[in-house]
C-alpha cells in the first residue's frame, strides 16, 4: 500500500534519514523500531509532510504524494497520531471527535460507533479531555483518527509516557485494529520487543538508515540484530 524509494529527509539543513526504501503491506501491521534518535519519528513525520525530503520519493497506492502538505496527505487516506499534541484537552471528548470530522460527511451515528470501540471515552462524552490519563488521551486521539476512515494509521511512539498496563491496552487496541478492522498500520515504537511481537512486518532503522525490513518475528529472535541494537536478549 505504502512505499519509500530512496527517501531522504530531515529538518531544514539537518539530514536525518538516508535512502529509506520500504515496503508497507496493506491490512498488515507494520513496526519500526530501531535505538533513539534512529529516525523512527521523523520517518513516520516525512510520510505525513512534516519534513523537508531532500531525495526520493513516496507512493501511496501507486500515487506519488511526495512533497503534499499534510491536510492533502491526510484527503488521500493516511491519519497521523503523535506521541503528543494529539488532542485538544481545553475542549469535551464529543467536541474532540466533532472536530475530526471536519470536511468530512460523517453524521452523529460515526462518532457513536467510535465511540463504542472505546468504552473509556463514552464516561467523558461531555468532560473536558484535560481531566482524562494519558493513555485515556491516546485512546481519543486514535478515535479522532479512525473516524477519517484511513487507509492507513501512522501511530508515533503511542506508549510513551504510560503505565505498563496501559501500554498494553494501547498495543492490544492497534493489534484489533489490524486484526478485526484490517487497518494497515505504520507503527514507531520504542518498546521494540513488544512491538515486535504483534507485528507483522519490521523495519529497523539505525542512523537513519534502513539495517532490516522483513518479518517481525524473525528480527525478535534475531540474536545479533536484536542484542546490538534493540537491548533484546
Known amino acids: 500500500m ?9 529538518y531544514k539543513k539537518l539530514q536525518v ?3 529509506v526504501s520500504v515496503t508497507v503491506p496493506e ?10 534518535g534512529s529516525g523512527k519519528s521523523t520517518f ?35 491519519s497521523y497520531v503523535p506521541q503528543v499534541d494529539n488532542i485538544f484537552s481545553n475542549l469535551t471528548v464529543y467536541e474532540n471527535l466533532l472536530i475530526a470530522t471536519h470536511g468530512l ?12 470501540m472505546f468504552p473509556h471515552l463514552k464516561t467523558y462524552r461531555n468532560k473536558k479531555a484535560a481531566l482524562m490519563s ?27 509516557n504510560l503505565s505498563p498496563k496501559m ?38 532503522l539505525v542512523s537513519g538508515k534502513t539495517v532490516y525490513q522483513g518479518d517481525a518475528n524473525a528480527l525478535l529472535t534475531h540474536e545479533e540484530l536484536g542484542k546490538l541494537y534493540l537491548g533484546i536478549k
Not at 491490512?27 to 535505538?35: W, Y
Not at 519534513?51 to 484527503?75: C, E, R, W
Open 134 to 160: 494519558g493513555g485515556e488521551r491516546q485512546m481519543l486521539a486514535i478515535a479522532m483518527s479512525l473516524l477519517r476512515k484511513p487507509k492507513i494509521m501512522l501511530f508515533d511512539e503511542p506508549t510513551g
Open 105 to 116: 460527511n460523517i453524521d452523529e451515528s460515526s462518532i457513536d460507533d467510535v465511540m463504542e
Open 167 to 204: 501500554a498494553i491496552t494501547i498495543f492490544n487496541i492497534i493489534k484489533e485494529l489490524r486484526e478485526n478492522h484490517g487497518k494497515t498500520i505504520l507503527l514507531a515504537e520504542q518498546n521494540a520487543k513488544k512491538a515486535l511481537e504483534i507485528g507483522d512486518k519490521a523495519i529497523l
Open 27 to 36: 491490512k498488515q501491521l507494520t513496526v519500526v523500531v530501531g535505538p533513539n
Open 17 to 19: 534519514l538516508f535512502d
Open 2 to 10: 505504502l512505499m519509500t524509494q530512496g527517501l531522504g529527509a530531515g
Open 44 to 78: 513516520l513525520k516525512t510520510i505525513f509532510g512534516l519534513t523537508k525530503i531532500y531525495s526520493g520519493k513516496i507512493m501511496l497506492d501507486g500515487v506519488d504524494i511526495t512533497g503534499l502538505q499534510p491536510h492533502q496527505i491526510a484527503y488521500h487516506g493516511i
